[in-house]
């Protein structure tokens, strides 16, 4: 869908600029105003209910790497990814590509800054189809502007917990789990597991606990500790054990880095008991 207003409007909290507004910012009486207005204003409101809508943890955490237009557009490229993950930002790029094949259908659990959105709609290519869902309402617009070459491939406003009705071959959960609480980990896995048709897989990299010896083992522990809090349920707990029913799949994990980080692929092969 095409969207009226641009990422500057997106991205703030008020109606956009070409709305009528009084001189106290409020709308003004909207039955005198266009049609075109009135889906723009649609559009906002529909924008304001999805600011509402983040997570506690993600506004009082990571507020200054995705509320923030500002640093948001500086930190969306992949020099910024390749120095979080230590260089790895290539290798963990095609470890998930390698997992998708071409006419699939695949949910993207969250916006990534950098080039793994395209490369994914790329890989995905014009038989298949792919959805990114993000929580937040910038990085979505982020999104969009990357998708834009893409006609197979669209982003909207969602949460990891409710990825909605649709059904996907791949599932793809890239370095979102250890942002998210231990509390909503179990929440996320489950919600994005009962999205996957009989045959399907989840794929997940993220963080992993790495051996007592790992040169920087200390340096993210301590890096964890200030700035991700709930990245080291990773280092507690398999990411299958976050899932409710992890019978149902059958499980692999490959690690990279000396054990840093992780891939985990859980192959659906029964149907969902809720579908019974
Ligand atoms: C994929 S994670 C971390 C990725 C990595 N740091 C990067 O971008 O290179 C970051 C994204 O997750 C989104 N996010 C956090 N919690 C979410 C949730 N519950 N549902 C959907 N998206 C979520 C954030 O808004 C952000 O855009």
Redesign the pocket.
Known sequence: MNRPFQLEAETSLGPPSNIPTQSNGLVRDISKTSSHTKALLYEWSEHERSERAI?SY?REV?SWA?LNPCNARLLDCEAV?AT?LWGNNSRLRRALLAEIGAGERVLQ??????RLIPDVARVVGLAGHLDV????PL?VALCRLKLRPFSNARARV????QPGDPIYDTVSC???LH??PDELKRA?VDALLSRLAPGGKAVFIDYHKPHWSHPLKGITSLVFDSLEPFAKGLWQKEISQFASGSGEFVWNKETYFAGLFQKVVARRTAEPSSWK
Do not use: C, K
């Not at 659990?109 to 950098?114: C, E, L, P």
């Open positions: 997570p993600l990571y995705y990814v979080l659990a969250a916006h990534v800054y950098g869902i993000d929580v937040v990085q969602g949460d990891a917990t890239f370095f979102l942002e998210i996320v």
